[in-house]
């Protein structure tokens, strides 16, 4: 995990394109949320942390810049690191309840990090309720959201005495033979393309260029409440707890898989709020872009960014249920047979190498041909616990890289699955309502499938 002391490393051609795509109005980091009823020790935490974070080079690193042109930023260990500066005891206002809390996590969101440090800060929270709640922020240059993810689990125990949570491969069972069972992870969005099936897609040479042509041929996604100019002011909401067996039940009934079920309701809820601020003309789709995992499952944590990029059209501009459903279905039908994601992790590698303005030139391109950033990601399905406190939530929100103004995440946890908006203040100002229609559609979907 660790290197000799003082010593520098360069940043990946991807992970510099991730660093130089930041701007005021468009930070790069990611954000996660970890409530309790109970009160989460501080002194414990800082411990954990000590232990089990800091032994990892990145944490204790900042990126330093070169005087060069075309010259790549670099790794270097901060001679000054200090935790005190990256583990923050704070405090909500009265009533320190989900709305406030929101307000804070939206704020943060909205807020820098600090690039004469490494790359990362934790906010604990400690009159969340009657319990506490963990902010984290960590930049998109660190490492990607799965491997962010299994990251924070580093941070979290099985039980109250602190026996630290074992990681499986992806949280993918296994069967006594050793073959993977179909899980939630296997239909979540970060799997509609496997690294070996990347991978294979990505040697027909001509299937590549082919889809890379392709690429550059979508048309700009059309005007929406969803998009302008950034301001630098973001919101972030999330959603009551889903239980993960009514869903599972409701997409047995109608065929479907998990994935299928979430993209229909959250389709819904965009579709439901455009049409409280306006029209929505038949027939519209918006494109949402999706990361692809291309790391093979494992146990161990590995920095960088490992992912592609797949373009998701959302048919907001469908009426029913069942249009929408289907018409997603058969998206993503096409999706998992194409190697869009390697190509697009192509391009983001060679956005890396090129300059600052042509790699601007790049994210614009990104920009115009989307509207939102979603993402998925499966989490353990059972109680986990944080310096002596049971977590009772588990919530993130990605970066919506390429200048938008819409992030879409869903998380499974302990049996549930939850949405998280993160948007634009400015396009924007009452995500609430996006959630609102979220927990509709889903309603809907269980009448419908009964019926």
Same mark, same amino acid.
């Given at each position: 995990? +660790?290197?000799?002391?003082?010593?520098?490393?360069?940043?990946?051609?991807?992970?510099?394109?991730?660093?130089?795509?930041?701007? %005021?109005?468009?930070?790069?980091?990611?954000?996660?949320?970890?409530?309790?009823?109970?009160?989460?020790?501080?002194?414990?935490?800082?411990?954990?942390?000590? /232990?089990?974070?800091? $032994?990892?080079?990145?944490?204790?690193?900042?990126?330093?810049?070169?005087?060069? $042109?075309?010259?790549?930023?670099?790794?270097?260990?901060?001679?000054?690191?200090?935790?005190?500066?990256?583990?923050?005891?704070?405090?909500?206002?009265?009533?320190?309840?989900?709305?406030?809390?929101?307000?804070?996590?939206?704020?943060?969101?909205?807020? %820098?990090?600090?690039?004469?440090? $490494?790359?990362?800060?934790?906010?604990?929270?400690?009159?969340? *309720?009657?319990?506490?709640?963990?902010?984290?922020?960590?930049?998109?240059?660190?490492?990607?959201?799965?491997?962010?993810?299994?990251?924070?689990?580093?941070?979290?125990?099985? /039980?109250?005495?602190?026996?630290?949570?074992?990681?499986?491969?992806?949280?993918?069972?296994?069967?006594?033979?050793?073959?993977?069972?179909?899980?939630?992870?296997?239909?979540?969005?970060?799997?509609?393309?496997?690294?070996?099936?990347?991978?294979?897609?990505?040697?027909?040479?001509?299937?590549?260029?082919?889809?890379?042509?392709?690429?550059?041929?979508?048309?700009?996604?059309?005007?929406?409440?969803?998009?302008?100019?950034?301001?630098?002011?973001?919101?972030?909401?999330?959603?009551? %707890?889903?239980?993960?067996?009514?869903?599972?039940?409701?997409?047995?009934?109608?065929?479907?898989?998990?994935? /299928?079920?979430?993209?229909?309701?959250?389709?819904?809820?965009?579709?439901?709020?455009?049409?409280?601020?306006?029209?929505?003309?038949?027939?519209?789709?918006?494109?949402?872009?999706? $990361?692809?995992?291309?790391? %093979?499952? +494992?146990?161990?944590?590995?920095?960088?960014?490992?992912?592609?990029?797949?373009?998701?059209?959302? !048919?907001?501009?469908?009426?029913?249920?069942?249009?929408?459903?289907?018409?997603?279905?058969?998206?993503?039908?096409?999706?998992?047979?194409?190697?869009?994601?390697?190509?697009?992790?192509?391009?983001?590698?060679?956005?890396?190498?090129?300059?600052?303005?042509?790699?601007?030139? *790049?994210?614009?391109?990104?920009?115009?041909?989307?509207?939102?950033?979603?993402?998925?990601?499966?989490?353990?399905?059972?109680?986990?616990?944080?310096?002596?406190?049971?977590?009772?939530?588990?919530?993130?929100?990605?970066?919506?890289?390429?200048?938008?103004?819409?992030?879409?995440?869903?998380?499974?946890?302990?049996?549930?699955?939850?949405?998280?908006?993160?948007?634009?203040? *400015?396009?924007? !100002?009452? !995500?609430?309502?996006?959630?609102?229609?979220?927990?509709?559609?889903? /309603?809907?979907?269980?009448?419908?499938?009964?019926?």
């Amino acid at each position: 995990m +660790s290197n000799e002391r003082g010593a520098t490393e360069v940043l990946s051609n991807v992970d510099s394109a991730w660093l130089r795509m930041e701007e %005021p109005t468009n930070l790069m980091t990611i954000t996660a949320l970890i409530t309790s009823d109970e009160r989460i020790d501080y002194q414990r935490l800082k411990t954990d942390i000590e /232990d089990r974070l800091l $032994p990892f080079d990145r944490f204790r690193q900042r990126v330093v810049e070169s005087r060069f $042109p075309f010259a790549k930023p670099r790794w270097e260990e901060d001679q000054n690191f200090s935790l005190r500066a990256h583990l923050k005891r704070v405090a909500l206002p009265h009533p320190a309840d989900q709305g406030t809390l929101q307000e804070m996590v939206s704020e943060l969101m909205s807020t %820098p990090l600090d690039y004469s440090k $490494p790359l990362w800060q934790f906010h604990l929270i400690e009159n969340y *309720g009657t319990g506490s709640a963990m902010v984290a922020r960590i930049h998109h240059c660190i490492a990607d959201g799965i491997a962010l993810v299994k990251v924070m689990f580093k941070l979290v125990d099985e /039980d109250a005495d602190g026996t630290p949570f074992k990681q499986e491969g992806s949280e993918i069972p296994r069967t006594s033979a050793g073959k993977r069972r179909r899980s939630l992870v296997d239909e979540g969005m970060d799997a509609v393309l496997s690294p070996a099936r990347a991978l294979d897609l990505a040697r027909n040479g001509a299937s590549a260029i082919g889809e890379l042509g392709k690429l550059l041929a979508l048309s700009s996604d059309p005007p929406s409440v969803f998009k302008g100019k950034l301001g630098v002011t973001k919101r972030a909401v999330w959603s009551n %707890p889903v239980p993960l067996v009514e869903v599972k039940a409701t997409t047995k009934r109608l065929g479907a898989t998990i994935n /299928d079920l979430l993209l229909t309701a959250v389709t819904g809820a965009l579709r439901a709020y455009m049409l409280q601020r306006g029209n929505v003309q038949p027939g519209l789709a918006v494109r949402a872009v999706v $990361p692809v995992n291309l790391r %093979p499952p +494992s146990d161990e944590v590995e920095f960088g960014n490992r992912f592609g990029l797949v373009f998701l059209a959302l !048919p907001v501009g469908l009426a029913t249920i069942p249009e929408r459903l289907a018409a997603l279905k058969a998206e993503m039908d096409a999706i998992k047979a194409s190697p869009q994601a390697m190509v697009a992790f192509g391009v983001l590698n060679a956005m890396g190498m090129a300059s600052p303005e042509i790699e601007s030139i *790049g994210v614009g391109i990104f920009a115009r041909k989307a509207t939102a950033v979603m993402t998925n990601v499966p989490g353990p399905q059972k109680l986990l616990y944080m310096a002596g406190a049971p977590i009772r939530e588990f919530m993130f929100w990605v970066p919506q890289s390429g200048r938008l103004g819409l992030g879409v995440s869903i998380l499974s946890y302990n049996g549930h699955v939850r949405l998280g908006i993160a948007v634009d203040a *400015g396009f924007v !100002p009452n !995500p609430g309502m996006i959630v609102t229609y979220f927990h509709q559609e889903l /309603d809907d979907l269980v009448r419908l499938s009964k019926a």
